[in-house]
């Protein structure tokens, strides 16, 4: 749990006007995530009633959003779903609500629910669990409000009253100005988050050899085992200077990768090019075209280059030009299952190498790699593990993770995210890796 989500509760307990012993947590959405982290990690929390944010996995995984910006590394490759949380402080009382319309479904809520209730029962404590739904969308209606008082009330006063919403007045934002400006920002001290999770990265860098860069990428799974996987041609078109093939083949038991083969005429064995895919795509003038990498690898072809043109799994789509983009729902997913995607696209990139070793047009001591964008990335850690990938170009490619740390804002840098990488390695040691190539 980190310092920062606890703050509020060592000054509650630290004022005269409250009891320590009687502290309780509520929370909707993002503060319903918060509720139930503080709750079931801080023993001086008494009671918790977080809203709008309950729902087993077995729901949340499969659908529209994996909750990312509030869900813990690994943590379904830890066996644990978010009923773990709710038991692990038992038997604190907990009063779990959900409303009729919101994304986090009743019944998505009440399986966490249930299965909390049952442990609660090894203490002969189901009274002190229970689970309300309240009308209405993402939030906190009147009654889901009210039972909230009520279940507070409960357990904090140790009165059955069921309190209702009260006339409030509302007050203007400069009266409730408490700094010169209105930000904190702008306070002597005053820091905005970026720049304390900067400083944060600062203090825990702990940098690491090459070797044992090598090492994690092994342990993420990016080399290849080696030996060509079976491939698929689903269909082969020619011309006089070269032909195209559409591939298809397994990466690993069950995904599968598709990829543009382009045969040069010339005769003889061939440089070859391993080609990460871009797609065109129309997009409005005022913003900046990603051209297509098929017009790059025809030149080549014609040039006598064999070049297979990969599109590694789930790769995101063409650059509309606009910022913040990325994959971030299916980096999510996989980060809760333990693995990388980014570190998966790169052994696909692998396996695109075998295809091309193995092929007879090929010298396999002359095989390159390009790539674009953040999927440079994924190329680097390919060349980092295989000496195979004897030359890289790589094309507007960030150049350091730890440099994003220093701006408010980064762009395209979700699919290049390794957790804690960051805190031992950055770009540059992947240069390192490639050595002299």
Request: with cysteine; charged share 25%; net charge neutral.
């Amino acid at each position: 749990l980190s310092l920062h989500d606890a703050l509020p509760i060592y000054y509650l307990a630290s004022r005269p006007d409250v009891d320590p012993e009687r502290l309780g947590v509520t929370g909707c959405s993002g503060g319903g995530c918060l509720t139930t982290y503080i709750a079931a990690l801080d023993p001086r929390v008494k009671a918790a009633a977080p809203a709008c944010y309950i729902s087993t996995f077995r729901h949340l995984f499969t659908g529209p959003t994996a909750d990312s910006e509030m869900s813990l590394p690994a943590f379904l490759a830890s066996g644990l779903d978010i009923a773990d949380l709710v038991e692990l402080p038992a038997p604190l009382p907990w009063l779990l609500l959900a409303t009729t319309e919101d994304y986090f479904t009743p019944a998505k809520a009440r399986p966490v629910y249930e299965e909390a209730r049952r442990f609660y029962g090894f203490y002969g404590a189901e009274d002190r669990i229970q689970f309300f739904v309240g009308q209405g969308p993402h939030g906190t209606p009147k009654e889901s409000r009210e039972a909230i008082y009520a279940w507070l009330t409960r357990w904090l006063k140790g009165s059955r009253s069921e309190p209702a919403d009260q006339p409030v007045k509302l007050v203007t934002n400069l009266q409730l100005r408490v700094t010169r400006s209105g930000h904190v920002e702008n306070e002597p001290g005053g820091r905005k988050l970026y720049q304390v999770i900067r400083e944060e990265m600062h203090a825990r860098v702990q940098p690491r050899s090459l070797a044992e860069l090598q090492a994690e990428l092994r342990r993420l799974g990016v080399p290849s085992a080696g030996g060509a996987p079976a491939v698929q041609v689903r269909q082969e078109s020619g011309g006089p200077d070269y032909r195209v093939q559409q591939l298809r083949f397994e990466s690993e038991p069950g995904v599968e990768i598709s990829a543009n083969l382009y045969l040069s005429s010339k005769p003889g064995r061939k440089p070859a090019v391993l080609m990460v895919e871009d797609k065109s795509l129309p997009v409005p003038l005022h913003v900046t075209r990603s051209p297509s990498t098929t017009a790059l690898a025809e030149a080549m072809a014609r040039a006598g280059s064999v070049v297979l043109e990969l599109d590694p799994r789930d790769s995101p789509g063409a650059i509309d030009g606009r910022p913040f983009l990325g994959d971030w729902l299916t980096n999510e997913r996989v980060d809760l299952v333990g693995r990388n995607l980014a570190a998966m696209r790169a052994h696909d990139i692998l396996r695109g190498v075998d295809v091309l070793a193995a092929r007879p047009e090929v010298d396999p001591a002359t095989i390159r790699g390009y790539a674009r964008g953040v999927k440079g990335f994924w190329l680097l850690l390919a060349g980092a593990v295989d000496q195979r990938l004897t030359r890289l170009w790589l094309d507007r490619t960030p150049w350091s993770l730890r440099a994003a740390f220093e701006a408010p804002q980064t762009n395209n840098l979700f699919d290049a995210l390794i957790p804690g990488f960051v805190r031992h390695w950055d770009f540059p040691d992947l240069w390192k890796a490639v050595g002299e190539r």
